[in-house]
């Protein structure tokens, strides 16, 4: 079998870093894969490459379309010949759609879109992309399956008019091999930044994007005391100083920033499965939450959900788990950590995308 993806860019993003890991651990099934990227470059590009996976970037402009990608796209298919063409953002998914549907009907693959976000607001972003979600709306029958990745953005996309006999839910997957419990990264990095071995460190981890609301984590955390802020993500070392806070920027040591945390905070206006909820629990660290996308379908036990831009109630969830017994947040992270392992981890992600393929090949 081969599996042709189509994403937007190979940036360092949720989705992005998902496909980035999904894509090696389906080769190891015997699929065969190659990725196209819309726009040229990105910090998973060369991951990729590394893995032996081959990457083509087909260099078009954000926003802008572009007849040649269509064609050079649809070059790609008839060449490789995939049984399936899997698409990952909404421009990928319609540009996937328009180059699946000029190729032979002798070679056309199945076409899956992938759905990778929930309850956005869309008057935060431009035209385009709202032209390009209101577009796959009108477009959603077409495709073979459309794969969601919570049950939140399943049900909001029906709301906005895609067809919801196309869907599946995968949710996905943590590689608990990577994310683990590490008690000597939590020292490594304590001394790196100047903190106290016992000081209780809030870890904050996303990119510097209007709708993960870093500006109000930030005046927030300001309103607390008693605990170190570790943001770390893409254009996070561009905020404002503030006590107490460390600015990382993009890391590729993701994992072991987030087993050096006692607990970590996500405020984000909208997610759909937001990865970071599930990798912080499987590096057992207890989660603070915005009840956004399936965060607190991830979450369960073993955090605090507080109200979407409820910062009153983040305020009053900072202020609980900076004071609790270190013995009470690792029984919380342990919880946690298994509640992955048993439901989200990337075994059972891959297993399940993998079923998908062979049913739509069958």
């Known amino acids: 079998m081969r599996l042709l993806h189509v994403t937007t860019s190979l940036v360092q993003g949720g989705s992005e870093g998902y496909l980035r890991r999904i894509v090696p651990e389906i080769a190891k099934r015997g699929i065969s894969q190659h990725v196209v990227s819309l726009v040229a470059g990105g910090y ?33 298919i008839a060449e490789f010949q995939p049984a399936v063409v899997q698409g990952w953002l909404y421009h990928a998914n319609l540009l996937a759609l328009v180059a699946n549907s000029v190729v032979s009907k002798a070679i056309r693959p199945k076409l899956i879109w992938g759905i990778r976000s929930a309850e956005m607001d869309q008057t935060r972003y431009g035209l385009s992309l709202r032209v390009a979600v209101n577009g796959s709306a009108m477009l959603s029958r077409i495709p073979d399956c459309i794969v969601a990745n919570s049950e939140v953005g399943k049900a909001d996309h029906i709301r906005l008019g895609f067809c919801d006999e196309r869907f599946h839910v995968i949710a996905n997957g943590v590689d608990v091999e990577r994310f683990h419990p590490d008690a000597a990264a939590r020292q490594e990095v304590r001394r790196e930044l100047g903190i106290e071995s016992d000081a209780v460190i809030a870890g904050v981890f996303a990119r510097n994007d209007p709708m993960k609301n870093l500006d ?44 050096a945390c006692d607990f970590t905070v996500l405020a984000s206006k909208s997610e759909g499965f937001p990865n970071v909820v599930a990798e912080s629990l499987s590096c057992g660290v207890p989660v603070v939450t915005a009840d956004v996308g399936d965060a607190a379908r991830i979450v369960g036990d073993a955090g605090q959900v507080f109200g979407a831009e409820d910062w009153n109630g983040l305020l009053a969830a900072l202020r609980t788990y900076a004071v609790m017994e270190p013995s009470e947040r690792a029984r919380l992270g342990k919880m946690g950590r298994q509640r992955v392992v048993e439901d989200f981890s990337l075994e059972r992600s891959v297993a399940n995308f993998v079923q998908l393929y062979e049913s739509l090949n069958a």
């Open 44 to 76: 998973h590009a060369e991951g990729l490459k590394a893995e032996g996976i081959p990457v083509t970037e087909l260099g078009l402009r954000r926003g802008v379309p572009d007849p040649r990608g269509i064609l050079r796209l649809r070059q790609l």
């Open 216 to 259: 109000d984590i930030l005046r927030v955390v300001g309103q607390a005391d008693g605990f170190h802020t570790l943001f770390a993500g893409q254009g996070t070392d561009q905020l404002p100083a503030s006590a107490r806070c460390h600015f990382m920027g993009a890391r590729s040591d993701v994992s072991r920033l987030m087993a």
